[in-house]
């Protein structure tokens, strides 16, 4: 991957941003690409969101906080969508409207689970569809659902299509609130839940918005009785601010929460009760004010409810409150998980012009260190303009470059895993958004900098199709056979970005992707998929994902020693803190990339440092268990 850098956050599609890495460097190999960035997708703000997502967000949290504080001041009309004991209120999806019983649910396929994850795990992921911005719940939901895919099988549903007892027929439920119900958005969320939420035994975690409303159907001394706080005296915004929290601490890990200003709906700050006859709260994770220094709690458990006070996938990085959240789905879905942290490093943007003597100088330290690795290679490097080869065109593909399948061959000999990165992992002859270089540019997804050099994503080619993804894909194949190499089973899509039809190609033709990915609205729903709304996401362990395929983590991203498109540089020690971060999650994997041309001081010293944190560096292979 190298040099497109729009983040794909968890949020891409509106309101965050898991940060995309971008693999990448300049013409993968070319001569003089030590001077070009590698451009690794890595930070936080409306870059890291699709276009419709960044120009949403402030007004989606603006209409959220309008709302927290209506309801602080006891002014908030909350109608709901029918009334109350109506066959719609007890969740009978016969009885919605069709607007609200469209995309009734989806289910995800199951993942090859981790040994310690009971193989009966099942997830029901709700989420809120209504509102000026009810496209994020989807968005959402597939975060959360991806994420759930580790351990079993997954359900999605819009929460209006709830029906009583559904619960119970799920080893765990996730409830993500990103609907703010009040004013002119009625309370989609059922009668029937609400009360199966209090009533069952089985683990149910709430994030974010509307866990008040739970507390008022059910009866809000009920509610603290139950589970030992009031939400309905909770807020986002005590007194009127939402104040500066940038840091979650979680199982001794300090987390970042980084949001551009203007940006930030806040975190619940749940009023907690106590005496006589009302039962403990756990506070999981602590958030701290970075202004005031004052603390409060970030995710709370008290009986079978489980609350995470914000939605934890905006503006997400490699060192995020996330982490919390992709940990505590232990406890619902695989509660008797031991503890086990393995690292992964893969080398990048391979191509017929990469040095064969860097080849051979990476292969040999990590066979020396006994450290299995991938290798992501393109099968054709292409210069369509001449771009690094003084104007005139050039184009070679690995059976026209000897040395370089020698060099491949020695590292499949010396630990190494052969991986497809694409067929010319560029697009056509025009910049995409930097050179038309192999290595530089995105070959799935077009993509411009803007004025203020962000990268910004454009959506898929104009022939994006089956077909068009296929015939890349079998060229690249093919690329490989006439080079006499082996045929890659895995895959890392160029600059982590391509179409959802791209995506499911791509599942039928490797058994699975190593990266981070884009996941489109209309994917959960049924509705035709919208290109511009989109989730970014990356993943601490293997899941399977809403598109039916395994997804292999990479959740640290890269070594660059240079800035890029308002992306600082990323060091050694920037990889290793986010591994140290990690380690909250109690089986995840540190995955990182590197590129061969920077040599091996910088790969050992993050090597070295992951180690002494405890990790266990495996292969591909192994990151499926």
Sequence with gaps: ?????????????????????????????????????????????????????????????????????????????????????????????????????????SAVPAVARPQAATASSTALVLYDTTGPYGYLGELYAMAVANLAGHFGTVTAKPVSSYTAGMVDQYTSTVYIGSTYYGGSVPDAVPAAFYQDALATAHPVTWIGDNIWGMANAVGVDAFKQHYGWDPTNSYFAPGGSVGNITRVSYKGQQLTRTIPAGYDGGVLHPALVSGPGYPLVTQLAQATDANSGATSPWAIRSGNLTYVGEVPFAYVSEQDRVIVFEDLLFDGLAPATAERHRAFVRLEDISPKSSPNDLRQAADYLYGQKIPYGINVIPVYTDPKGTYNNGVPETVTLAQAPQVVSALQYMLAHGAVLMDHGFTHQYSNVNNPYSGVTGDDFEFFRAHVDASNNVVYDGPPAEDSAVWAQSRITSALAGFTAAGLPKPTLWTTPHYAASATDYRVLGQNFSARLERSLYFAGTLSGAPVDAGRYIGQFFPYAVKDVYGTTVLPEDLGNYEPQPYNNHPARLPADLIAAAKANLAVRDGVASFFYHPYYGTAALQQTVDGIRALGYTFVAPADLNQ
């Excluded at 190298?2 to 190999?29: D, H, P």
């Excluded at 703000?45 to 960044?54: K, N």
């Design 1 to 105: 991957m190298t040099r497109a850098s729009v983040a794909l956050s968890i949020v891409a599609a509106l309101v965050g941003g898991f940060a995309l890495s971008q693999e990448g460097a300049g013409a993968a190999g070319a001569p003089g690409d030590k001077g070009h960035v590698a451009h690794a997708l890595q930070g936080t703000g409306p870059t890291a969101l699709s276009g419709v997502g960044t120009r949403d967000l402030k007004a989606w949290e603006a209409a959220r906080l309008s709302n927290d504080r209506l309801r602080s001041e006891h002014k908030l009309v909350i109608r709901r969508v029918a009334p109350q004991g109506s066959a719609a209120a007890q969740g009978s999806a016969a009885a919605k409207p069709a607007a609200v019983r469209r995309g009734a649910g």
